[in-house]
């Protein structure tokens, strides 16, 4: 019986040991967005928020002098007449991006095609996240009923989806496979 586990382990070791250390990696990043001490020290998804809502308030600024509407900020709320958006540190991008960063740096391969893949997906996931609180603000703004369920199920879904895809491009792209 132990033969036969130790035979399973080994024949797995690689799928275990990337496993672990995704999980590992989970643990550590978001202790930065959830233990009291660090968060004290680092509050790294407020400073995303504020930095989200600063980049979707000068877009919205922009669009909005073309199309004809004013946006507002104060700290990280978004509004325009009865409209208000929070931009919270849920909605910062942080969460997306420590699941990605995990499974880029968990992943066997270079620490170049690692520091290549953390690089492309933070820029790539705050990219689409600021087009989602931007657009989001505008579903708000125009068609007030449909806030919530883009926000809730569109929305969220779009940033995982991106992530995903960009998990993916990476570790064809840049990460050596064998046999290639």
């Known amino acids: 019986m132990f033969r036969r586990l130790a035979a399973a382990i080994a024949a797995h070791w690689l799928t275990i040991r990337v496993v672990g250390a995704f999980v590992l990696l989970i643990v550590v990043f978001f202790s ?27 877009m919205l600024k922009v669009l909005g002098a073309v199309v004809g509407f004013e946006v507002t ?38 620490w170049r095609a690692k520091l290549i893949g953390a690089g492309l997906g933070i820029v790539v996931i705050h990219s689409v996240n600021l087009l989602r609180v931007s657009a989001l603000f505008l579903i708000g703004l125009y068609f007030h009923r449909l806030f919530h369920e883009t926000h809730v199920y569109v929305a969220q879904a779009l940033v995982i989806c991106i992530a995903v895809a960009t998990w993916l491009y990476w570790a064809g792209r840049f990460v050596d496979a064998p046999g290639r």
């Open 32 to 58: 930065t967005l959830t233990y009291a001490p660090i968060v004290e020290r680092f509050d790294v998804a407020s400073g995303l928020a504020q930095l989200a809502a600063w980049m979707a308030w000068l």
């Open 73 to 110: 900020k104060q700290g990280t709320i978004l509004g325009s007449g009865a409209f208000e958006v929070d931009v919270s540190p849920a909605c910062s991008g942080a969460v997306p991006t420590m699941i990605y960063l995990a499974a880029v740096f968990a992943y066997p391969a270079k």
